[in-house]
RNA sequence: GGAGGCGUCGCAUAGAGGCUUAGUGCACCUGUCUUGAAAACAGGAGUGGGGCAACCCACCGUGAGUUCGAAUCUCACCGCCUCCGCCA
């Protein structure tokens, strides 16, 4: 949510955001409401005043002629507050609803574009491994080894389903444990937080009302939550917190469901592209400035990049176009790793920055040094990915007789082992 | 699941339709005093919104309602506590 302020002081600055992420909203419009919105607001507290006043009077005059004459007249007086209270009610959830939609300004920086076919590449990191056979994919190479089974997935879970097993699993469980020593001895801190969350928290991270077809819907205020930012996110809504506390880095994990709706077609088969998975994902909460978020966007990413240097994956880090931001993003990197079978890189982690979009909705503020409160700034980045990144890895180390080989960095998380055949 | 009780300004409490647009204590900020601090004394101080301003409006868990007037009464919801049951 933008403060409405802004948005009147900076009307040109936001539509041409809105047109750069591709977001059909009329700035104009939203002014004029908020014209009629403050008019009607104006003439109700007035009115409100008023009873306040003669109430007062009504309290302390002895003159019972009198009371009955102003108990009266303040009954003509509430009816027309109720009349104005419901118009003002009317134009109010008109203007919430308008304001719920309009995006956030993209950083100058932001290439423009319509999709992530329009997604910059801005670096490339390690060699891309040459096979002398054809590569498997990453279902073939986990079936042949007993690492997974869709089959009884499908049987057990439905449409997109999956076990784990044997090897398969305990490289999950090898990722987490590497990662999240990483993150902790980085100061973070380490949470395992809900996946079933009430609608406040997803309308506070931007995930409601826009996309609540990507959600799984289990209760009539709950929800399943498709990545650990919105329980993280939501940890601290309507606080006010220290800022000499700030920034708070966690490193949190859950599992995510992703409905996946209006892509049936999309990577059906291996574990890409799930209805259940889990993920490790930064969290940073920071004071409110622009240098600030740049600052640690360029470290949560930095973060992801190492640890993927040290697992030895080729990955390349594009910079998403205007048309590929979420709702509330300022600036987006996506880290996307080599899949030899698909001869491209696939997108493994989103790190992405929101200046106080998301803390204007949850209500997180801190107390600056000049004593105002101001809302904090936030950001996110996958650490880890489970199932997108063992794929990509178990792909990038297979060799020709279908074995593969395990990252020296994750063996001692394997009892040692060093290759899965 | 059953039965009771309770959500008040950072914390703790008072308040039970109009001397409460919320009192008191602790903590906090500013003075006086002091070499400095503590103590004492005096004053200040919540959040959001509107207005150039004086000032006005809203907020006592949330939302509806009764009333000229609601922290206070009614209803629903959310949460917490105690006991019982069930499960671990």
New binding site residues.
């Given amino acids: 949510m933008l403060?409405?302020?802004f948005i009147r002081e900076n009307k040109d600055i936001v539509q041409a955001g809105a047109k750069k992420k591709h977001v059909d909203i009329d700035i104009e419009h939203l002014l004029s409401l908020d014209d009629a919105r403050?008019k009607e607001?104006?003439e109700?507290?007035?009115l409100?005043?008023?009873?306040?006043?003669?109430?007062?009077?009504?309290?302390?005059n002895q003159d019972s002629a009198l009371?009955v004459q102003?108990?009266?007249?303040?009954?003509v007086?509430?009816d027309d507050?109720?009349a104005k209270e419901e118009k003002l009610?009317t134009i109010t959830e008109e203007w919430q609803k308008m304001m719920v939609h309009v995006p956030n300004i993209p950083d100058m920086s932001v290439p423009d574009g319509e999709s992530d076919e329009d997604n910059v590449e801005i670096r490339a990191w390690g060699e891309k491994p040459v096979f002398n056979f054809t590569p498997k994919s990453h279902v073939e190479l986990m079936e042949n080894l007993d690492m997974v089974d869709f089959e009884r997935g499908v049987k057990v879970s439905g449409f997109r389903g999956y076990f784990m097993k044997n090897d398969g699993a305990t490289l999950f469980f090898a990722l987490w444990q590497y990662f999240l020593n990483y993150f902790i001895e980085q100061g973070y801190t380490p949470m395992i937080v809900p996946s079933l969350v009430?609608k406040e928290s997803l309308i506070g991270t931007g995930m409601l009302p826009q996309s609540e077809e990507d959600l799984y819907k289990v209760g009539?205020?709950e929800y399943l939550a498709g990545t650990a930012e919105v329980a993280t996110m939501g940890y601290y809504m309507n606080e006010?917190l220290d800022k000499k506390d700030l920034p708070k880095k966690f490193i949190s994990f859950s599992p995510c469901f992703r409905a996946e709706a209006g892509k049936h077609g999309k990577d059906v088969k291996g574990i890409i592209r799930v209805h259940e998975f889990f993920k490790i994902e930064q969290v940073i909460l920071t004071e409110a400035s622009h240098e600030e978020s740049v600052k640690w966007h360029e470290e949560i990413t930095a973060h992801v990049e190492h640890l993927m240097q040290t697992l030895k994956l080729p990955y390349r880090v594009v910079v998403n176009c205007g048309g590929d931001l979420g709702l509330g993003q300022v600036k987006k990197y996506d880290i996307e790793a080599w899949m030899p079978s698909q001869a491209k890189y696939r997108e493994t982690h989103s790190s992405s920055y929101f200046h106080d979009f998301q803390t204007r909705r949850l209500g997180i503020?801190y107390?600056d040094d000049d004593?105002?409160?101001r809302f904090v700034h936030s950001l996110n980045n996958t650490a880890c990915a489970t199932s997108r990144l063992p794929a990509s890895l178990v792909e990038n180390y297979q060799q020709e007789d279908g074995s593969v080989i395990i990252p020296e960095v994750l063996r001692k998380y394997m009892g040692g082992k060093e290759v899965i055949k």
């Fill in positions: 403060d409405i302020k403050l607001l104006k109700v507290e007035e409100r005043s008023e009873v306040n006043r003669v109430s007062n009077d009504i309290a302390r009371k102003l108990i009266e007249e303040m009954r007086v509430k507050i109720k009610k009430r009539e205020n006010v503020k107390r004593g105002k409160l």
